[in-house]
């Protein structure tokens, strides 16, 4: 459990150091936790639509998705809700950042790689899910 705990940290700390690093270049590195937070809540929600399309394409039943249904808040509030108390409350982050930082500069390289991996294989696997979900005659199963 302890691996996963430090490992979701180490994720959110390349997140943020990417973020901290192109907002240097171009003029100002303000709200970098925030952008950071964002991106870590994007990738969580793109996970879930996934999974969601999959279930679809699986059951091979059609899910009409409107912003009026709770399906849509619950995983929500609860992605919010984790990253919360994951990374803002009580400032966890800071203090493994400190760690983090403190590794060699290859395993920092190897672990930024892994990273940005991570990040491909999510929006990849979003994009084939749609792509899947196009193949579906859904006309048969309205």
Do not use: H
């Not at 240097?24 to 936790?33: D, H, N, P, R, Y």
């Not at 399309?53 to 009026?68: G, L, M």
């Not at 290859?106 to 899947?132: A, D, E, P, Q, T």
Request: charged fraction near 15%; aromatic fraction near 26%.
């Amino acid at each position: 459990m302890k691996f996963i705990k430090k490992s979701y940290y180490y994720f959110f700390y390349r997140i943020y150091r990417s973020i901290e690093f192109t907002s240097e270049l171009s003029g100002g590195k303000f709200l970098t936790f925030f952008k950071a937070g964002v991106v870590m809540i994007a990738l969580e929600i793109w996970i879930f639509f996934s999974f969601g399309n999959y279930y679809t394409i699986c059951t091979k039943t059609f899910v009409e998705i409107t912003f009026s249904m709770p399906i849509i808040y619950i995983p929500l509030l609860i992605i919010v809700g984790f990253n919360y108390f994951t990374l803002d409350y009580k400032d966890n982050w800071k203090k493994y950042n400190v760690e983090f930082a403190n590794y060699s500069k290859r395993k920092n390289r190897i672990g930024g790689w892994i990273v940005f991996g991570i990040i491909l294989i999510i929006i990849f696997n979003l994009i084939f899910s749609f792509y899947l979900m196009s193949q579906v005659d859904w006309n048969q199963y309205r």
